[in-house]
């Protein structure tokens, strides 16, 4: 019985600036999720962003002349196993807010490929805006004659609790005086309420709302466990709202086992979503050694019995018709033929193996070694915590005004001395 993976995740994030995150073990541990997408990352093309165990793409806007630095930026990490099963569409747009890629139906198991945007639109007052939504339904209109959709990203726009389909749709009209005035196909809305506490409705949303209606498309905020009650998903000193979603097509909502908004951190205004999704990506098949690693491999040591136990198994009726079936096939002489002799010699040699050996334990690896940074004292390992704190209390208690004020209280500080310490280091080598 071959080994299945039954889970895909996909987590979107806008980081509000990458700068130095990358040595922040909270921000590390929150990329562990298969398919992760930082948006407005503030870099260029990040081709020094490495992340252990993952592939990267990276999309980035230009920078203006007299800008001190990038704005926008995309990066989206892909654990290496996975990355075979996807591919990059470069040329999908030429927006720098948008990166499409393909997950291909046999590599995931999916019944049709999945065409994924990461996403981030500007707000509609923005200089950067350029009716993002209006080209986005176009790129959509394409893909989905081929496949299903998933938007996922910082979409700046407040839906409130508007519906994302048609109300009351019925088919009973198709036969109103004898007359059929809906298509032979036409497939009714069906109506999943959801919730938002983020009531208010922007521009953005609207058009928001009107492409989920031409393009079949559903928000998954609200609707589904980890975020049943439709969580605020940015915080600012002036209020809540919630701008991040996860859109899919409409006949993918069965495909999706839940959707979550982290708590609010010291890390960024904005909170980590992530989706969850039903896959069957076959290991032995799809996933080769170098990506599994040697742990999948059992081991075995040579005793003083074992060169006797060795000529019984080879006398045994059971390994000598494997020897003889293995001998008697013609593999194709490509790469799939190769696998297919390599699977079967393995699976023989791993039975004389299991019959004449000694079978050793597996040794647990060690943890890496955790260091610290070199500012990271106590005093601020403490205020990263209470702001955590916090925010994980903000998530159910968002009219709770003292405790807004003690967060953006405490990140003040934070920075105040994140900026002493790191001006510090810089002194200390100059004299060194």
């Known amino acids: ?180 005035l809906l298509p032979e196909n036409y497939i009714t809305d069906s109506e999943i309420n959801r919730n938002n506490q983020d009531t208010s409705v922007n521009t953005v949303g609207t058009k928001l709302l009107d492409l989920c209606l031409s393009s079949r498309l559903r928000l998954l905020n609200g609707r589904f466990l980890g975020d049943s009650l439709g969580y605020y998903t940015y915080m600012s000193s002036s209020g809540f709202s919630t701008v991040d979603y996860a859109v899919v097509s409409e006949s993918l909502l069965s495909s999706v086992k839940y959707f979550k908004t982290n708590d609010f951190t010291y890390l960024s205004d904005h909170v980590q979503i992530t989706l969850y999704m039903k896959c069957s990506i076959n290991i032995d098949k799809e996933i080769g050694l170098e990506e599994k690693g040697w742990h999948w491999i059992k081991s075995y040591k040579w005793t003083e019995n074992s060169k006797l136990k060795l000529i019984d198994a080879l006398l045994t009726e059971n390994v000598k018709n494997e020897i003889i079936e293995f001998e008697m096939v013609n593999y194709e002489e490509n790469q799939v033929g190769v696998d297919e002799a390599t699977e079967k010699l393995t699976k023989i040699l791993d039975n004389i193996s299991s019959l004449s050996c000694k079978a050793t334990p597996k040794k647990r690896r060690k943890k890496k070694r955790k260091f610290k940074q070199v500012w990271s004292d106590n005093v601020i390992y403490e205020t990263k915590r209470q702001i955590n704190k916090i925010g994980n209390k903000i998530r159910n208690n968002p009219n709770n005004n003292s405790l807004k004020q003690k967060f953006f209280e405490l990140k003040k500080n934070l920075r105040k001395w994140l900026n002493t310490k790191s001006m510090n280091i810089n002194k200390n080598f100059i004299i060194v």
């Open 1 to 180: 019985m071959s080994n299945c993976y039954k889970n895909l995740s996909i987590s979107s994030w806008n980081v509000h600036g990458l700068g130095d995150k990358l040595k922040d073990e909270l921000f590390i541990e929150n990329l562990k999720g298969d398919i992760n997408i930082l948006l407005e990352t503030w870099k260029g093309e990040s081709k020094e962003f490495k992340l252990e165990g993952h592939c990267i793409i990276s999309k980035s806007r230009k920078k203006r002349k007299k800008a001190r630095r990038y704005s926008g930026g995309i990066i989206v990490t892909i654990k290496k196993p996975y990355f075979k099963g996807i591919t990059y569409l470069k040329e999908a747009t030429t927006s720098p807010n948008r990166l499409w890629l393909k997950l291909n139906k046999n590599f995931f198991g999916f019944v049709h490929d999945i065409y994924l945007c990461a996403l981030y639109i500007p707000p509609f007052s923005s200089s950067h805006y350029d009716n993002d939504l209006d080209f986005l339904e176009n790129e959509i209109s394409t893909f989905s004659m081929n496949g299903q959709i998933v938007l996922i990203g910082d979409l700046n726009a407040r839906t409130g609790q508007r519906a994302d389909f048609i109300v009351n749709d019925s088919d009973h009209i198709n036969n109103f005086d004898g007359f059929d």
